[in-house]
């Protein structure tokens, strides 16, 4: 097969120039998750790298079903990115690749019912677009005219009801006025990203663009680190959709704003006696810089010992999901040992509990707890930050 571009989003000149900065010097495999979790050399980003060149340069004459396995066995953590020496963005060349299998009719069959999900259900999990709202709490309303704008993405609104919860009675408690779309919140187009269908996601952020117009917020703030990436970096650059320009649109991580209102005097966290570990995830961490709002967060909680794992921040470990669980949508056992991997970790800091800020790290990381039989509590910073206000 003759490769062509790959789309209007990202032409092929631009991937090949990425895979060409690979020096092959392995630095990329020390903590390659993906490597970890099966050791051979095709499972490495430079050996993704050799696939790929050798496919583009017509050494490979099609892509076959052992190199499709080998580009979707990547969780797009971005270690690698921060590890080469070239600096070459790898798991933006992955997730090209994937677009250009998926162009070819060559995405792996485990795609099709998430991206028909998305496409028929605005959610990956096929729940019903109606019960999106269903997880906010009784005595809290949101406003029609609001600042901000929360949203609140799938995994926290359909399998953690109550720490999307714990959010808008935070906000609540900040005497925010804020609006939700409920049911009218779709997805937010990151999976479909991540699995290489960018035109499907092109027109979910058009539709997501139009949504947020009508609220008219300043602020969107959300919980989820894939649907902050998607909204910050993938709309502008990858789907020329930009909602801070067009919009006039501030994006905040919910750590963020957390941080904010515990500065401003807006919310005030009473003493929990907790010793934990907190989990950088790989979309809110490498991907998008924010390491210190999180900490700063749990640190202005009275009664916390919070313990960092050498393997943190820029360094840490992936909890094996993979944005917005692309990775176990298609490698579930795997993802669930690569969490176990991470919940073995904290155990050696003899830790209580650990938290993190990602719905998907959330979910995979108590998965991974209860695999090993060990009884650690994972919480979400949501969660655990209402509780300090109780």
Request: glycine share 8%; hydrophobic share 40%; aromatic share 8%.
């Amino acid at each position: 097969m003759k490769p062509s571009g790959l789309n209007k989003f990202r032409p092929l000149s631009q991937l090949k120039e990425e895979l060409d900065k690979c020096m092959k010097c392995g630095f990329c495999r020390e903590l390659c998750p993906a490597a970890g979790l099966h050791g051979w050399e095709a499972n490495s980003p430079r050996g993704r790298i050799q696939l790929l060149k050798a496919l583009l340069e017509g050494e490979l004459p099609d892509a076959s079903n052992y190199l499709i396995e080998r580009i979707y066995f990547c969780m797009t953590c971005s270690y690698c990115f921060h590890r080469c020496p070239a600096g070459a963005r790898t798991w933006e060349a992955f997730e090209a690749a994937r677009a250009m299998l998926k162009n070819w009719g060559k995405a792996p069959g485990g795609c099709a019912k998430p991206v028909s999900n998305i496409l028929s259900f605005g959610n990956p999990f096929g729940e019903p677009l109606e019960a999106k709202g269903d997880w906010l709490p009784s005595g809290v309303e949101p406003s029609g005219e609001a600042e901000i704008l929360y949203w609140a993405g799938c995994a926290y609104a359909y399998r953690l009801k109550e720490e999307a919860a714990a959010m808008a009675r935070i906000l609540d408690a900040a005497g925010l006025k804020f609006a939700i779309l409920g049911a009218d919140e779709g997805d937010c187009g990151s999976l479909l990203i991540r699995l290489g269908y960018w035109e499907e996601a092109k027109k979910v952020a058009e539709e997501n663009k139009a949504k947020v117009r009508k609220v008219g917020a300043r602020i969107l703030a959300t919980p989820c680190p894939a649907c902050f990436k998607t909204f910050a970096e993938d709309y502008p650059k990858l789907l020329g959709v930009d909602l801070t320009k067009d919009l006039g649109l501030r994006l905040l991580h919910s750590s963020q704003l957390f941080e904010e209102l515990i500065a401003k005097g807006k919310i005030s966290p009473s003493k929990l006696s907790l010793k934990l570990a907190y989990h950088d995830p790989c979309y809110l961490g490498r991907h998008l810089n924010v390491y210190e709002p999180p900490r700063k967060v749990l640190k202005s909680i009275p009664g916390i010992k919070l313990k960092e794992h050498p393997k943190s921040r820029w360094l840490s470990s992936c909890c094996g999901a993979g944005g917005s669980s692309s990775f176990r949508f298609l490698h579930e056992a795997e993802a669930v040992k690569q969490a176990s991997k991470r919940v073995k970790q904290f155990k050696e800091l003899g830790v209580e509990a650990a938290a993190t800020a990602c719905p998907f790290c959330t979910l995979n990381l108590r998965d991974g707890a209860k695999a090993l039989g060990e009884e650690i509590e994972i919480y979400d910073l949501s969660t655990l930050l209402f509780k300090a206000l109780g």
